[in-house]
Nanobody, 125 residues
Framework: VQLQASGGGLVQSGTSLRLSCTVSGRTLHGYHVGWFRQAPGKECEFVAT????????SSADSVKGRWTISRDISKNTVYLQMNGLKAEDTAVYYC???????????????????WGQGTLVTVSS
């Protein structure tokens, strides 16, 4: 499985960005595709994830109500729509894929075997 993340950039606080993660290499049945982020000097943090079959989602409390994860099946792409960006959202954002994740494990980075290269989001205050 190969993942290609894109869409990062430098934006002002309060604005929006949409990240894209295009997945290739195999069918995604049974996979979760999620987003994680890592800010300078901080650990990798779960952001949101989506179960490819059925589209069930889960998001971190820090982004609930602001961000939405979705997918386009025809494009094998997962999106992260980020509204109301804050300076503390500044980080490198990674998309990742996990096979066989369940509700109790889908937010754990160690469950995700396949990772994209990351895209930098910088939010100026």
């Amino acid at each position: 499985v190969q993942l290609q993340a894109s869409g990062g950039g430098l934006v002002q606080s309060g604005t929006s960005l949409r990240l894209s993660c295009t997945v290739s290499g195999r069918t995604l049945h049974g996979y979760h595709v999620g987003w994680f982020r890592q800010a300078p000097g901080k650990e990798c943090e779960f952001v949101a994830t989506l179960k490819w079959s059925g589209g069930a989602t889960s998001s971190a409390d820090s982004v609930k109500g602001r961000w939405t994860i979705s997918r386009d099946i025809s494009k094998n792409t997962v999106y992260l729509q980020m509204n109301g960006l804050k300076a503390e959202d500044t980080a490198v954002y990674y998309c990742a894929a996990a096979y066989g994740a369940i509700v109790t494990t889908r937010t754990r980075a160690d469950v995700y075997r396949f990772w994209g290269q990351g895209t930098l989001v910088t939010v100026s205050s």
